[in-house]
Nanobody
């Protein structure tokens, strides 16, 4: 059974930085693309960033491009999301997820089948 555990969320001010981490177990981590998604109150869950199994390819939502960086450490079975210059509109629960198929990367939420419990990020103005 795949388990994903996020950490690193918190309450920050606009312009601050946070780094989220997601530790993965129960799957050959280095064979799967990983993604970060977020859900704000009253809104649907949305794509934030994804990274390929080896880390060579990354894709970002336009709203975070240039401010967020996704990375992974396959030796530690961990994926990260470095968030800089945070804005109040970044406030959401952030989830990491593993793609349902090995050696495949997409930005389609429904193709990610294993999810963490989420970590709250709150950005005050």
């Amino acid at each position: 059974q795949v388990q994903l555990v996020e950490s690193g969320g918190g309450l920050v001010q606009a312009g601050d930085s946070l780094r989220l981490s997601c530790a993965v177990s129960g799957r050959t981590f280095s064979s799967y693309a990983m993604g970060w998604f977020r859900q704000a109150p009253g809104k649907e869950r949305e794509f934030v960033a994804v990274i390929s199994w080896g880390g060579a390819r990354t894709y970002y939502a336009d709203s975070v491009k240039g401010r967020f960086t996704i990375s992974r450490d396959n030796a530690k079975n961990t994926v990260y999301l470095q968030m800089n210059n945070l804005k109040p509109e970044d406030t959401a629960v952030y989830y990491c997820a593993s793609h349902q198929r090995s050696y495949t990367i997409t930005t389609i939420i429904n193709e990610y089948d294993s999810w963490g419990q989420g970590t709250q990020v709150t950005v005050s103005s």
